[in-house]
């Protein structure tokens, strides 16, 4: 039977009706940290938690949830004080129910940063520590600045995504053009015209009509990211975009992901979950091919 997951989502709060578009998921009372309104006051004044915790709970199927919503931004979306995010850390660790967990924080506060770079929140990074050592993931938006920050150096991303023991999530489109996937559907009937069961042929096909890549998926522009094969770590996977939009819809995405894989198998550790979550995915590469990332489809 699997296991019910607790999510706590961090962000600008959550739409309690929006809950009930999900029959699986419980609606837990969250906390207020975003210094506007009362401390149980997890409502969403702008949306983008919502949205968030949408995409979260689409990407996570049928798994039974526990939504904690916990409202940290403002009402303009923003972060300003980078200690509310140390300090709502610190109350989900007080608070950390038994079973399975997974931490949503699809924000970023626009630097760009290296993982082994300091970041003047020390804390915050010990609570990430603490949290996957108990087997939380705590997952995070790798950020949407990199057209700006890479004319200053070419590898970097938000924080909090920077942190070492994040799983950081950057974003991916599909660049297929009209053209290629015209082509690409031509590869799918001509072998459903032959009879082909060699799906290895047919894949092979399609990476040719998508010009090798993986289906034609590419990094988005704006998302920031960081080697992965380094010693100070990187951007743990590639997403595709969803609601709300860029990095912040592809970590919901994949936190979502995770929490459905954690509802599967109860008890593994961040390191266990991540295996099993990229087990055979394809890996995407950024303009220059220099580096590649794995692909959460």
Known sequence: MPAAV?????DTGFDPDAAKEFPHVRLHAGFNMSR??????????HGHGTAVARTLLEACGPAPIRLVPVRLLDRRGALWERGRVADALERILRELPE???????????????LPDEPDGQPETAERIRELRRRGVAF???AGNFYAAARRQRC???????????AVSVGAAVCGRSEGRRDEADGCV?????????????LEERLREADGGAAGGWMLEPNSQRAPAASAWGG???????????????AAAFAAGRLAALCSRFPGIGVDEQLALLLAGAEFIADDEGSSHWP???
């Open 6 to 10: 607790t999510v706590f989502v961090m």
């Open 36 to 45: 506007h309104g009362s401390p149980d006051d997890s409502s969403d004044p």
């Open 99 to 113: 079973g399975p967990t997974v931490v949503c924080a699809a924000f970023g506060d626009g630097r760009h940063l």
């Open 139 to 141: 997952v995070a938006a």
């Open 155 to 165: 590898w970097g991303m938000s924080w909090p995504a920077s942190c070492p023991d």
């Open 189 to 201: 009937q001509e072998a459903e015209r032959l009879g082909e069961a060699d799906g290895g042929l």
């Open 235 to 249: 951007t743990t996977l590639f997403a595709p975009v969803h609601p709300p939009g860029h990095t912040s819809g």
């Open 295 to 297: 692909l959460l489809l």
